[in-house]
């Protein structure tokens, strides 16, 4: 069982992603976060094996969130899915050896591909 948590401040996002998600993945458990403080909190008790994140939300965005993650678990896999595409946000991600950025939204196609991923990093 594949456990995946979905952190994002919007509830709209948090289903459509879990049920896209779910739809190219059959063994999966999916946990929810409204906020990065709340993501952290559940990462460290539910360690999953992924962890889905939006950058721009309340109380801890998402930038500090992947900061905290990786201090804490230096190999996180860690999917970013924002709206926030600007070239510096993104290069300041990226040195956090982060798996993939994706730019909202979340579609069918962006699903199959990262799900596709997520298949071929488990069978490995």
């Keep these: 069982m594949?456990?995946?948590l979905i952190v994002d401040d919007s509830?709209?996002?948090?289903?459509?992603n879990a049920?896209?998600?779910?739809?190219f993945l059959n063994k999966v458990e999916i946990f929810f976060a409204n906020d990065g403080q709340d993501g952290f909190i559940k990462y460290k008790k539910i360690r999953p094996d992924y962890i889905f994140l939006d950058l721009l939300m309340p109380k801890l965005n998402g930038k500090e969130l992947?900061?905290?993650i990786k201090n804490y678990d230096k190999d996180a896999k860690i999917i970013v899915i924002s709206a926030d595409v600007q070239k510096n946000v993104r290069e300041e991600i990226d040195t956090y050896n982060i798996l993939s950025f994706?730019?909202?939204?979340f579609n069918e196609s962006k699903a199959k591909c990262i799900c596709e991923m997520i298949k071929d990093d488990e069978n490995e």
């Design 66 to 68: 992947i900061r905290l």
């Design 19 to 23: 049920n896209l998600i779910k739809k």
């Design 11 to 16: 509830i709209f996002s948090q289903k459509i």
């Design 102 to 105: 994706i730019n909202k939204p």
């Design 2 to 4: 594949i456990k995946i």
